[in-house]
């Protein structure tokens, strides 16, 4: 199994994404201007502050050479998993249904949160039913999608993950802290899995994505 | 041309920075504000304002969340924001 990471100008996560998946598989990084995926089997479109952040969370980054190559990866079925802005680069780019909109509190927020898996049939997800502690840092972290989508993406099994009652800090639509597209293979979510990979660091839940991924 | 494109949220989502100068202005002393929403302001010159309406579709604004306003013609090409 060979994971993709994405390098955005302004990335900051990507090592951690790259060390992440390097404990169940492969991995190498992918480069923002190079419209090729070098052969990888899954693509993490990482955390951090592309393009600064410009204009919109994620709205200049989704527009990046290597953006056209993972839009059409996703389209064949292939597997994307974007963390915080890299969730936010997949709504812009229409992969994943809704936008990040600010925190309520208006505040840059870092804390552990606990997820409910509400759907666990996405590959990133699979086998995958206890709660997981995973930490959140993001200021634009709250979901939001209008109510018939919102419905609809429940109804499809497309809310994936939620936020614990007391740990949707961000202000979230009906809790949710990560969604699939209609197929299950793009995974997006606000929570960071790949700094939760190693109990030195209070929780190795998140490494259960990559697991999952990889099995 | 020179144009403006004003970008807001959309009605019915929580704007809270909005609220925050809603909160702020009576704070120091100025009584009687309502519904403040703070948006964007993208100023640029273009050849052709016909494309403004794509720009906005496609990149300025997130049509999902965003209502976006475009005043074109408004001032010559070349004029920047605060330039004397």
């Known amino acids: 199994m060979k994971f993709g990471v994405v390098r955005f100008p302004g990335s900051c996560d990507d090592v951690d994404a790259l060390l992440a ?16 995926l070098r052969g990888v089997d899954a693509v993490i479109v990482p955390g951090g502050f592309s393009y600064g952040d410009y204009l919109r969370c994620g709205a200049i980054a989704r527009f990046a050479p290597v953006m056209v190559e993972v839009e059409r990866f996703a389209r064949h079925g292939g597997l994307v998993l974007g963390i915080c802005n890299g969730f936010q680069v997949l709504c812009e780019a229409g992969l994943l249904p809704g936008a990040l909109l600010p925190n309520v509190s208006l505040r840059f927020v870092c804390r552990q949160v606990t997820l409910e898996v509400v759907e666990g049939s996405s590959p990133w997800l699979r086998g995958i039913r206890d709660p997981l502690s995973i930490p959140c840092k993001h200021t634009t972290g709250r ?11 429940e ?20 809790d949710i802290a990560g969604v699939t597209n209609a197929a299950g293979n793009v995974l997006g979510l606000m929570p960071h899995p790949e700094h939760a990979v190693d109990l030195l660091t209070g929780s190795a839940d998140g490494l259960r994505l990559f697991q999952a991924a990889a099995a | 041309m020179r144009a403006r494109v004003l970008i807001r949220p959309k009605t019915g989502i929580l704007d809270p920075q909005g609220q925050a100068v809603e909160r702020a202005l009576p704070a120091l002393g100025f009584e009687g504000v309502a519904n403040v ?3 964007r302001l993208v100023e640029l010159d273009v050849d052709d304002p016909a494309r403004l309406p794509e720009m906005c579709e496609r990149l300025l604004a997130n049509p999902l969340i965003e209502d976006y306003e475009i005043q074109a013609d408004l001032l010559p090409a070349g004029a920047a924001a605060g330039a004397s």
């Open chain 1, 21 to 36: 998946a390097r404990r169940v598989g492969e991995a190498e990084l992918l480069w923002h201007a190079d419209a090729d």
């Open chain 1, 143 to 153: 979901y939001w999608a209008p109510d018939p989508v919102l419905d609809e993406l």
């Open chain 1, 155 to 174: 109804a499809n099994g497309q809310l994936a993950l939620r936020y614990l009652p007391g740990h949707n800090f961000n202000g979230s639509a009906r």
């Open chain 2, 37 to 39: 929403h703070v948006g």
